[in-house]
């Protein structure tokens, strides 16, 4: 069995917040919790936060996770033109790879039009996690050109809700499982003026849940994987 935590690093809620309580607050709950339960995760910064909290970036490295770009300023790549799409990502890779090795992309809002790979190819990102299953696509992970495409499984809310109701969608998901989280989700929002699917059990409450998946799927004896990891799976598949 394979799982995957994720986490998309960004300023809080966009596009209805500009705050970074998620920053200050929710990511090193984050990184305390990994670190409790031994599971290697993959970030995807914006470059903006990685430029306003580089400690949080240099912390993610040093505790052996994985980097990923989130594009600059979460600009979704939907609304750009390709060469505005272009300019944004090369500019998140110029500042996240000051940090370190950068080899996968998570596109904001999970809208991602596939001319969008060859980019990527072009700019060295060998993993793309952009597609997702819950919105449609099935043509599970597989390559296109030379980046290796792992979709997410289900909508971050999920490891929100009771742990008696997500236990049944986890059960019902098809390999790999990955899922994605922001790190505004682990401080409380019920009081921002934001969708109620973005605020409902936010906190210490998302804490817990999010523990409670981990330790899930640790009982049955899952393999945590990074977006790099995948990426040498299906390298070795390919050469036998």
């Known amino acids: 069995m394979l799982i995957s935590i994720t986490f998309d690093v960004e300023h809080d809620c966009p596009p209805y917040l500009t705050t970074t309580r998620g920053m200050e607050d929710g990511l090193p709950k984050l990184l305390d919790l990994m670190a409790e339960k031994k599971v290697r995760a993959t970030f995807f910064f914006t470059a903006e936060m990685a430029r306003r909290f580089p400690e949080l970036v240099k912390r993610v490295i040093d505790e052996g996770h994985e980097l990923g770009s989130h594009n ?48 990527l190819e072009r700019n ?32 971050s809310s999920v490891i929100r809700l009771p742990w008696r ?43 817990e849940l999010l523990g409670r998946l981990i330790d899930y799927y640790k009982s049955r004896n899952a393999k945590f994987l990074t977006m790099r990891d995948y990426y040498e799976v299906c390298q070795k598949l390919k050469r036998k």
């Not at 990102?125 to 979709?151: C, H, M, N, Q, W």
């Not at 790190?183 to 109620?196: A, D, N, S």
């Open 124 to 155: 060295g990102i060998l993993v793309d996690s952009s597609k997702a299953t819950y919105k449609g696509y099935r043509r599970g992970v597989r390559f296109f050109g030379d980046v290796l495409e792992v979709p997410a499984s289900t909508t």
């Open 72 to 119: 600059y300023n979460h600009e979704r790549l939907d609304r750009l033109t390709r060469a505005e799409g272009e300019r944004a990502i090369v500019k998140s890779l110029n500042v996240l790879r000051e940090f370190g090795e950068v080899l996968s992309f998570r596109a904001p809002n999970l809208q991602f039009p596939d001319y969008y790979y060859d980019i």
């Open 165 to 207: 109701v997500q236990k049944l969608i986890h059960a019902r998901l098809k390999e790999p499982r990955v899922y994605f989280a922001h790190p505004w989700e682990f401080v409380p929002m019920q009081r921002e003026k934001i969708r109620w699917d973005c605020k409902f059990n936010t906190g210490d409450k998302a804490v």
